[in-house]
């Protein structure tokens, strides 16, 4: 029988141990071997996407809200990007990034003195596969499910099927975005560490219908992750983070009338 947090610690160490092997070939790939693996994940992710937005046309949400869950989705992406933007969270997580990334460089003692446009494009190459792997591997209906289920002792058999899909995508997000993708594992251990323990504590505390919500919220989230991956528009998903926390509100709200 496995110990509670036994899903997100595996989870961890295969997105280490798939990160450190991205690293270790990222190197010897072409440029445009690299880019096509970019744009492999970014149409995987979409298909992923997809699948977790549908979920707006869940049974449970729509026996708890009737026809109002298009809307509920809406209102979350709406009061959850206002909120993040007014509070730069997609400026605060860059920063944080690129203060790891600094320190992460001054640590491996790089000789020589890059020029100003080399440090700022390492900087964002670091960013960008910090975060979009952050929120690919952290936001999500396994990430929920998987974690909920894992504190109440249900098993852990959704953080398992999770964490095999993250160590290969980390083995590939690592060979095109560099050492950032490696910081994930720290988000997946505090997110999906954080969800554990609020499972142990407050058992189900989320309805059907709530999570059908914050899936869907998810999975629009994915959409704009996708994007990026794929060079559409730079969409911060940054700033939608709190409508995750909207979405299972509103649905409170909205099924309470």
Sequence with gaps: MSFVGAGTALNTATVVIGSLAGLAIGNRLPE???????????????????ASAFAVFDRALEAAVGSAGMLIVLGALLLGGIS???????????GVAGWAQGLVARRRGRSGAPSVGDVSGE?????????????LFCVGPLTILGSLDDGMGRG?????????????????????????????????????????????????????????????????????IAFRLL???QVP???LLPAL?????????????
Aim: glycine content about 12%; proline content about 1%.
């Design 123 to 135: 900087r964002e190459r670091f960013i960008e596969g910090w975060l979009t792997t952050t929120l």
């Design 231 to 233: 060079e559409i528009k």
């Design 156 to 224: 852990i058999d959704k953080l398992a099927l999770k964490a095999v899909l993250d160590g290969f995508a980390s083995m590939a997000f690592a060979a095109s975005f560099g050492i950032g993708v490696l910081l994930s594992a720290v988000s997946v251990l505090v997110v999906q560490g954080l969800l554990t323990v609020l499972g142990v504590f407050l058992g189900s505390v989320l309805d059907g219908a709530q999570i059908a919500a914050l899936t869907s919220v998810g999975g629009l989230m994915l959409v704009g």
């Design 237 to 239: 998903v940054g700033d």
């Design 32 to 50: 445009r071997t690299r880019s096509i693996v970019t744009t492999g994940l970014g149409l995987s992710t979409l298909l992923m996407a997809g």
């Design 84 to 94: 993040g933007s007014l509070l730069r969270i997609e400026d605060r997580l860059g």
């Design 245 to 257: 926390l909207f979405a299972p509100a509103l649905v409170s709200v909205v099924a309470a009338f």
